[in-house]
């Protein structure tokens, strides 16, 4: 039975029904994704940030996602699948970021440094897409499920979203871009978590071997951009802030986790 054929069992009804529930379900996880999009908003209102306030959002971004990587990914790909696959998962997601900034530092122009920054960002929202993927499916997952867990699932992850909004746009900002083109960037990123959303809703059959996989390389892109990027850059620019923001990244996740 299809994921999707299992939310109209659960709510039965007439077919103009059915269709307005699918779609409710599809309108949330716009919902989640788009709170990217209000995370950009608040740094672009913010202006131009400065050392203390990029490695502050800096840091809550690393916070947020090693949090996520830690309580949430790694958990859940090991209950769906093997640590093997865990393992191949997570090592294929550092190395696909490896590879985007291997390709991002041959297409650096010469004598701009501000491409530091752009190519901090790019491989910030790459990491966060591959994120959201997984993050569709799992409000598809939700929804299938009787009680409450599909909007508790797209409003944590819609907050959960907001700092990693924060932390695309502030590199790229930073970078040079100008705030339309940051807000389409982000736009693009938080497509795809309806996207993912979809996908999960016309699958045939659930493979739990498959979203162990996808839920382990998000792990890995997460953690490498974590340890190569975020965590080195605001530490060099305020070590402090990025303290801060590290810490208040991990305990957001926390009580979201607790109380989601």
């Known amino acids: 039975m299809t994921a999707a054929a299992r939310i109209i069992k659960l709510h039965p009804g007439n077919q103009i029904w059915q269709v307005n529930i699918l779609a409710s379900v599809l309108l949330m996880a716009l919902f989640a994704g788009l709170s990217t999009c209000l995370g950009a908003m608040l740094v672009l209102i913010w202006g131009r940030l400065g050392r203390r306030s990029f490695s502050l959002f800096s840091g809550l971004a690393a916070g947020v996602m090693l949090a996520v990587v830690l309580l949430d990914l790694i958990p859940a790909s090991l209950r769906y699948g093997s640590a093997t696959q865990g393992v191949l998962g997570?090592?294929?997601?550092?190395?696909?970021?490896?590879?985007?900034?291997?390709?991002?530092?041959?297409?650096?122009?010469?004598?701009?440094?501000?491409?530091?920054?752009?190519?901090?960002?790019?491989?910030?929202?790459?990491?966060?897409?591959?994120?959201?993927?997984?993050?569709?499916?799992?409000?598809?997952?939700?929804?299938?499920?009787?009680?409450?867990l599909g909007p508790l699932l797209a409003l944590a992850i819609a907050l959960h979203n907001i700092p990693e909004g924060m932390a695309t746009a502030a590199p790229l900002a930073a970078g040079g871009l100008s705030p339309p083109v940051v807000l389409f960037l982000n736009g693009l990123v938080s497509l795809v978590t309806p996207l993912g959303c979809w996908l999960g809703l016309l699958l045939t059959h659930t493979s739990p071997a498959f979203l162990s996989s996808l839920l382990a390389l998000a792990a890995g892109a997460m953690a490498y951009i974590v340890k190569a990027k975020l965590l080195p850059e605001c530490l060099r620019l305020h070590p402090p802030m990025a303290y801060l923001g590290l810490f208040g990244g991990i305990v957001l996740v926390f009580f979201l986790n607790l109380f989601f």
Do not use: R, W
């Open 90 to 148: 997570f090592t294929a997601g550092v190395l696909l970021m490896v590879a985007l900034d291997l390709f991002l530092n041959s297409e650096s122009p010469v004598g701009k440094h501000d491409y530091t920054y752009l190519k901090m960002g790019y491989l910030i929202a790459a990491g966060i897409a591959l994120h959201d993927l997984p993050e569709g499916l799992a409000i598809a997952a939700g929804f299938v499920e009787p009680g409450h």
